[in-house]
Protein backbone atom coordinates (compact mmCIF):
# COMPACT_ATOMS: atom_id res chain seq x y z
CA UNK A 1 0.00 0.00 0.00
CA UNK A 2 1.17 3.31 -0.58
CA UNK A 3 2.06 5.63 1.97
CA UNK A 4 -1.72 7.82 3.05
CA UNK A 5 -3.62 5.18 1.31
CA UNK A 6 -7.04 4.22 2.45
CA UNK A 7 -7.40 1.16 4.90
CA UNK A 8 -10.52 -1.06 5.36
CA UNK A 9 -10.74 -3.98 8.27
CA UNK A 10 -13.55 -6.38 8.03
CA UNK A 11 -14.68 -8.10 11.55
CA UNK A 12 -16.21 -11.29 10.74
CA UNK A 13 -16.62 -14.65 12.88
CA UNK A 14 -15.44 -17.75 11.69
CA UNK A 15 -15.26 -18.80 8.16
CA UNK A 16 -19.25 -19.86 7.68
CA UNK A 17 -20.97 -18.59 4.40
CA UNK A 18 -21.85 -15.10 5.49
CA UNK A 19 -18.00 -14.27 6.77
CA UNK A 20 -16.94 -15.86 2.89
CA UNK A 21 -19.71 -13.33 1.67
CA UNK A 22 -18.67 -10.63 3.43
CA UNK A 23 -15.12 -11.18 2.35
CA UNK A 24 -15.82 -11.37 -0.99
CA UNK A 25 -17.70 -7.63 -0.90
CA UNK A 26 -15.19 -5.82 1.22
CA UNK A 27 -12.56 -7.60 -1.11
CA UNK A 28 -15.00 -6.29 -4.60
CA UNK A 29 -14.94 -3.04 -2.64
CA UNK A 30 -11.11 -2.71 -2.96
CA UNK A 31 -10.41 -3.85 -6.01
CA UNK A 32 -13.09 -3.21 -8.57
CA UNK A 33 -15.36 -0.33 -7.20
CA UNK A 34 -13.42 2.73 -8.17
CA UNK A 35 -12.22 3.98 -4.81
CA UNK A 36 -8.80 5.13 -4.13
CA UNK A 37 -6.28 2.38 -3.63
CA UNK A 38 -7.48 0.50 -0.44
CA UNK A 39 -5.66 -2.46 1.57
CA UNK A 40 -8.16 -4.81 3.18
CA UNK A 41 -7.61 -6.35 6.47
CA UNK A 42 -9.65 -9.32 7.55
CA UNK A 43 -10.05 -9.81 11.68
CA UNK A 44 -11.62 -12.79 12.83
CA UNK A 45 -12.84 -12.12 15.90
CA UNK A 46 -13.23 -16.24 16.88
CA UNK A 47 -9.37 -16.23 16.61
CA UNK A 48 -9.58 -12.67 17.91
CA UNK A 49 -11.92 -11.61 20.12
CA UNK A 50 -9.08 -9.16 21.89
CA UNK A 51 -8.96 -7.10 18.45
CA UNK A 52 -13.03 -6.93 18.28
CA UNK A 53 -12.62 -5.80 21.83
CA UNK A 54 -10.68 -3.37 21.53
CA UNK A 55 -11.97 -1.86 18.19
CA UNK A 56 -15.77 -1.73 20.14
CA UNK A 57 -17.18 -4.02 17.49
CA UNK A 58 -19.98 -6.00 18.69
CA UNK A 59 -21.67 -7.17 15.78
CA UNK A 60 -20.01 -9.07 12.62
CA UNK A 61 -19.70 -8.09 9.78
CA UNK A 62 -18.45 -4.98 10.51
CA UNK A 63 -16.47 -3.02 7.83
CA UNK A 64 -14.57 -0.04 9.23
CA UNK A 65 -12.99 2.44 7.04
CA UNK A 66 -9.55 3.24 9.30
CA UNK A 67 -8.21 5.48 6.45
CA UNK A 68 -9.21 8.21 5.51
CA UNK A 69 -10.24 10.00 8.55
CA UNK A 70 -13.08 9.76 9.35
CA UNK A 71 -13.41 6.62 10.48
CA UNK A 72 -16.43 5.11 9.13
CA UNK A 73 -18.41 1.72 10.05
CA UNK A 74 -20.17 -0.20 8.10
CA UNK A 75 -22.13 -2.85 10.05
CA UNK A 76 -23.82 -5.77 8.59
CA UNK A 77 -25.04 -6.61 5.06
CA UNK A 78 -22.33 -5.87 2.46
CA UNK A 79 -23.95 -7.36 -0.52
CA UNK A 80 -24.68 -3.50 -1.85
CA UNK A 81 -21.37 -2.92 -3.23
CA UNK A 82 -22.54 0.61 -4.85
CA UNK A 83 -23.91 1.46 -1.58
CA UNK A 84 -20.79 0.90 0.39
CA UNK A 85 -18.30 3.13 -2.32
CA UNK A 86 -20.61 5.59 -1.53
CA UNK A 87 -20.85 5.34 2.22
CA UNK A 88 -17.25 4.79 2.68
CA UNK A 89 -15.87 7.10 -0.56
CA UNK A 90 -13.64 10.19 0.06
CA UNK A 91 -14.32 11.99 3.34
Do not use: F, H
Not at 46 to 62: F, H, I, Y
Request: charged letters at 20%; proline letters at 9%.
Amino acid sequence: MTPGGGLLRLYVTGSGPRAEGAIECARALCQGAGLAPYTLEIVNVAERPDAAVAAGVVLTPTLVRVRPLPSLRWVGDLTDVDTLKSALGPS
